[in-house]
């Protein structure tokens, strides 16, 4: 959670159109990013930086471009999107609060650019996905957009999306809040895949949980042979979760069902990985949706989205990359 001493400066945001609420990382948070890359044993430093007019309107395009039942779920808590460099991870999403009362203000999203400039929807999937894993031999590809569409905006707008999971997460009451102690109650997409042990820690059910699950380390310095791949991924589609991303804890969980569910169901892109071995294709991992073993989250997804619409922008289905 980041406490703020000036929290008008930040309530303010809420009253701008969504597309508008984006802005360089602030001090106050530059810090605090700092303080968790430090405690995390990450080297990454964070440092500020100016969206110049061509991000301003891949961002814009990316925000515009999504189904109004996103933006509406999204908008009254969304203080800002924040982007700068050296954050440690493509996205974070935390908590803004008064520093004198503790009241909480809202979200913020953080974007790294180190990790976003140079790639398109494609590449930055498919270097999320093989994040885990190391070596020659295995690899994965993932294709999230057409090749008309394969373009920085994009990738922003699901990476968007997946932060926008948690910041709904935050204003809702199917997941226990992150920032406080984990309660002995229910909660309704928690209790899908997910239970509480007796040290409040999250464990998936029996059914739920998989070989090779809990030794996947995306951001961290523990990586897997290359041919893990097939065992993990093997292991993933036996189970309720969306992705090996969110299959990681409850709260990724959510935010990967969100993306996708938003980016395949409601917009009508791809999402497809295929395992491919020394560059030669070797199987296409079949799509979440379009499997009965997400028939419980759909019906979650149906139930928080309802019958979303997707926007035009400028008369045309696909995002606009220019301002």
Same mark, same amino acid.
């Given at each position: 959670?980041?406490?703020?001493?000036?929290?008008?400066?930040?309530? $303010?945001?809420?009253?701008?159109?969504?597309?508008?609420?984006?802005?360089?990382?602030?001090?106050?948070?530059?810090?605090?990013?700092?303080?968790?890359?430090?405690?995390?044993?990450?080297?990454?430093?964070?440092?500020?930086?100016?969206?110049?007019?061509?991000?301003?309107?891949?961002?814009?395009?990316?925000?515009?471009?999504? *189904?109004?039942?996103?933006?509406?779920?999204?908008?009254?808590?969304?203080?800002?999107?924040?982007?700068?460099?050296?954050?440690?991870?493509?996205?974070?999403?935390?908590?803004?609060?008064? $520093?004198?009362?503790?009241?909480?203000?809202?979200?913020?999203?953080?974007?790294?650019?180190?990790?976003?400039?140079?790639?398109?929807?494609?590449?930055?999937?498919?270097?999320?996905?093989?994040? *885990?894993?190391?070596?020659?031999?295995?690899?994965? /590809?993932?294709?999230? /957009?057409?090749?008309?569409?394969?373009?920085?905006?994009?990738?922003?707008?699901?990476?968007?999306?997946?932060?926008?999971?948690?910041?709904?997460?935050?204003?809702?009451?199917?997941?226990?809040?992150?920032?406080?102690?984990?309660? /002995?109650?229910?909660?309704?997409?928690?209790?899908?895949?997910?239970?509480?042990?007796?040290?409040?820690?999250?464990?998936?059910?029996?059914?739920?949980?998989?070989?090779?699950?809990?030794?996947?380390?995306?951001?961290?310095?523990?990586?897997?042979?290359?041919?893990?791949?097939?065992?993990?991924?093997?292991?993933?589609?036996?189970?309720?979760? *969306?992705?090996?991303?969110?299959?990681?804890?409850?709260?990724?969980?959510?935010?990967?069902?969100?993306?996708?569910?938003?980016?395949?169901?409601?917009?009508?892109?791809?999402?497809?990985?295929?395992?491919?071995?020394?560059?030669?294709?070797?199987?296409?991992?079949?799509?979440?949706?379009?499997?009965?073993?997400?028939?419980?989250?759909? /019906?979650?997804?149906?139930?928080?989205?309802?019958?979303?619409?997707? *926007?035009?922008? $400028?008369?045309?289905?696909?995002?606009?990359?220019?301002?």
């Amino acid at each position: 959670m980041i406490y703020t001493s000036d929290p008008q400066q930040w309530s $303010a945001l809420l009253g701008q159109p969504i597309e508008t609420r984006i802005l360089p990382l602030p001090d106050e948070v530059r810090e605090f990013v700092h303080q968790v890359n430090m405690a995390s044993g990450l080297d990454a430093v964070p440092a500020p930086c100016t969206p110049d007019v061509a991000l301003q309107a891949d961002l814009r395009a990316a925000l515009a471009g999504m *189904p109004a039942a996103v933006r509406d779920l999204a908008s009254p808590l969304l203080l800002g999107v924040c982007v700068g460099r050296g954050l440690g991870s493509s996205g974070v999403t935390d908590i803004v609060a008064d $520093a004198v009362d503790g009241r909480i203000l809202g979200c913020i999203v953080l974007l790294d650019m180190d990790l976003l400039e140079t790639h398109t929807a494609n590449s930055w999937a498919t270097w999320k996905e093989n994040l *885990p894993f190391g070596g020659p031999g295995f690899a994965l /590809a993932a294709t999230i /957009a057409e090749p008309r569409d394969d373009t920085r905006a994009h990738a922003l707008q699901f990476l968007l999306l997946h932060e926008f999971g948690h910041v709904v997460t935050a204003g809702g009451s199917f997941l226990p809040r992150w920032w406080e102690p984990v309660p /002995a109650a229910s909660f309704p997409f928690l209790d899908l895949s997910w239970g509480v042990n007796a040290q409040g820690r999250f464990l998936p059910w029996d059914g739920s949980d998989f070989e090779l699950r809990g030794a996947v380390d995306f951001y961290g310095t523990n990586k897997l042979d290359s041919d893990a791949i097939v065992s993990a991924y093997s292991g993933l589609e036996g189970s309720d979760f *969306p992705s090996l991303y969110g299959a990681t804890n409850p709260y990724d969980d959510f935010a990967e069902c969100f993306a996708s569910y938003v980016h395949s169901e409601l917009l009508g892109r791809p999402y497809q990985l295929r395992v491919d071995y020394d560059g030669v294709p070797q199987a296409t991992l079949d799509s979440f949706w379009a499997s009965p073993r997400s028939n419980a989250k759909r /019906a979650f997804m149906r139930e928080l989205l309802g019958k979303a619409t997707v *926007p035009r922008v $400028a008369n045309d289905a696909h995002l606009l990359v220019a301002a």
